[in-house]
């Protein structure tokens, strides 16, 4: 059974974002302030990704722990209400997420995922020295 009730469970998920969020502002002001300029959210691209960095041809998703299942995380658990809802919902993006992977791949992209855990203050300057570190690698 839900803690919520259903009118509070339904705000709660209203305010969820698909951009914009916390995790991906936070990528964001890193890249900006290192020089990097980007796009955001191409739709031509396979799972228009959060941030593309066009000149180095990388797209940058920034996952949610939860939204794309984050295995081993401690952030990512199975609800226990409407658990075979949800296990569908997360599997389907998972695949959806190794699809739209290949797909940039195979036309030429390289892919960056980051994970909203990743961005805890106390991990944060490491994953992002070390994602963005793949992309200066690769530099044209």
């Not at 951009?19 to 890193?30: A, F, M, N």
């Not at 939860?66 to 199975?78: A, L, P, Q, R, S």
Request: net charge positive; proline share 3%.
């Amino acid at each position: 059974m839900d803690v919520h009730t259903r009118e509070q469970r339904h705000y709660n998920m209203s305010k969820i974002r698909s951009k914009d969020t916390k995790p991906e502002l936070i990528v964001r002001k890193y890249l900006w302030e290192k020089g990097y300029r980007y796009r955001l959210q191409r739709k031509d691209l396979p799972g228009k990704p959060d941030i593309i960095l066009t000149r180095y041809r990388f797209a940058i998703f920034v996952n949610g722990c939860f939204w794309h299942m984050h295995n081993g995380c401690k952030y990512f658990v199975w609800p226990k209400t409407n658990a075979e809802f949800w296990k569908e919902k997360i599997s389907q993006n998972v695949q959806r997420d190794t699809k739209n992977y290949e797909l940039l791949k195979k036309s030429g992209w390289n892919a960056i995922i980051i994970w909203e855990c990743e961005l805890k203050k106390e991990h944060r300057e490491n994953t992002l020295k070390n994602r963005i570190r793949k992309v200066k690698v690769v530099d044209l």
